[in-house]
């Protein structure tokens, strides 16, 4: 019986058309050729770790027979790469220079380098060992001057070392040495007081090749930018000229989010007179007067607030500072049953399962930032730091992270609020000014030893 044929759809695996089409490509063949002996000059493969190689820089090549090669297996002496060991030097340069070595890491490994040589004229591809060779750059000396005769250029301070390197003791002597090794030009001691010693051909090499090699490097301002950006706060706009527009609010919760987060019951109890019970102490202590307000977009935010902090105290903790996350059905119910609400949460501050350290931080700053629209940018940090469970000094901090500055109560403040000393050691006020300043990546310098 004939064997059925496959449709052109059936056999996706065997690309006929393609497959002719490379055939056709390249009718010619490439011949491999292998060298039975190697040349008497190898092809190098050379590494510049930590500098970069000047392209117009020409290099001296130098050979020479390696220790113990008497012992080679017969037939491997004409291998002139394991046979002589080769050095590159380069003298074209004044103030650095080149030497490249074969590492003796390397060689003693059991490793070889080769390079393939195309004749397009022949199509023929040549394999050839080839060498490895490590180049590396060094200042070459400067070269002391002579005094001009009839001229003294000693000073009272290098007549002191002379006097004490002749009659000293030991103990002195050795603090002389010690002295001239660890100063940065041994030569500042035979100058005038004053005077600066000017550079040598070797320190003028020296700053152009770090200038070359740390062209690319960013800038400090590119740093700070960087750990800005790598901060757990919110995304301020730190072009506006409106303190309303740092941390707008399409950035904080988002559109679509305000416009399903339901305020009626808040609403309709406080034009009933009820009085409105939450678990938050922030929340309780300015409901009454934003509702009465009817500011219908503050009244969101102080909502969004309490689901974030509802949110947050149902946080499990876990190592390291994370934590965990309670069940689905469980964190629906506490952002007032919205699905899209839940998710938008969970996509902004969870990973996984749980919070890690920075995320957590991430969503206390994002409730900072929300304190700040509700109360016109002067915060007093009290009521949510009481709800968040947390310390002054670390309530602070997260204030300063998004830009404000920390204050202590003023005593005009003090007497409005009739609060006594000791309440308003407790209470600090955080208050949001352009131009925004954050906090500095701080420097330790080492102690002097």
């Not at 003298?91 to 220079?97: D, L, Q, R, Y």
């Not at 679509?256 to 019951?265: H, P, R, V």
Request: charged residues 25%.
């Amino acid at each position: 019986m004939a064997e059925k044929r496959k449709r052109p759809h059936e056999n996706l695996d065997r690309p006929r058309k393609i497959a002719s089409t490379i055939q056709t490509a390249s009718p010619s063949t490439i011949n491999l050729l292998f060298p039975l002996t190697a040349a008497e000059w190898a092809p190098i493969l050379a590494s510049t770790p930590g500098f970069v190689l000047p392209s117009d820089i020409i290099l001296d090549a130098f050979r020479k027979a390696r220790p113990n090669t008497t012992i080679l297996p017969p037939g491997m002496e004409a291998n002139t790469i394991i046979s002589n060991e080769i050095l590159l030097h380069s003298t074209a340069g004044s103030k650095v220079e080149y030497l490249g070595r074969e590492d003796a890491e390397t060689t003693c490994i059991p490793k070889k380098q080769y390079i393939g040589i195309y004749d397009p004229v022949t199509n023929d591809l040549q394999i050839q060992e080839a060498r490895e060779v490590v180049i590396r750059s060094y200042v070459q000396p400067a070269s002391t001057p002579e005094t001009p005769i009839g001229k003294d250029k000693q000073t009272n301070s290098s007549l002191r070392v002379e006097l004490g390197n002749t009659f000293g003791t030991k103990k002195s002597r050795k603090a002389i040495a010690s002295t001239r090794d660890n100063a940065i030009s041994p030569n500042k001691y035979s100058l005038p007081k004053g005077e600066s010693e000017p550079m040598d051909s070797a320190t003028v090499g020296l700053l152009q090749t770090m200038a070359e090699t740390t062209i690319d490097m960013p800038s400090r301002q590119e740093l700070q930018k960087h750990i800005d950006e790598s901060k757990p706060r919110p995304s301020a706009d730190l072009t506006a000229s409106k303190l309303e527009d740092v941390y707008p609010i399409s950035i904080l919760i988002g559109h679509e989010t305000m416009a399903l987060i339901n305020i009626k019951k808040w609403q309709d109890a406080v034009a009933a007179k009820e009085a409105v019970t939450t678990s938050s102490r922030y929340v309780s202590n300015r409901l009454q007067n934003i509702v009465v307000s009817h500011d219908t977009k503050k009244i969101k935010v102080l909502k969004y607030l309490l689901l974030l902090m509802e949110f947050y105290r149902s946080l499990k903790p876990g190592k390291g500072g994370a934590k965990k996350l309670p069940g689905r059905e469980v964190l629906k119910k506490l952002l007032d049953g919205s699905e899209y609400i839940t998710e938008r949460v969970r996509r902004k501050f969870v990973v996984a399962s749980f919070l890690d350290k920075w995320h957590v931080d991430y969503l206390i700053t994002h409730m900072a930032a929300l304190c700040l629209i509700i109360d016109n940018f002067e915060v007093d940090i009290y009521d949510l730091k009481e709800d968040l469970n947390l310390k002054l000094t670390e309530m602070s901090k997260y204030f300063a992270e998004i830009g404000c500055k920390v204050v202590a109560i003023s005593d005009a403040e003090k007497s409005r609020r009739h609060m006594t000393k000791a309440e308003a050691l407790a209470h600090r006020m955080a208050r949001l000014k352009l131009p925004l300043e954050f906090p500095k990546q701080r420097v330790y310098r080492s102690s002097k030893r």
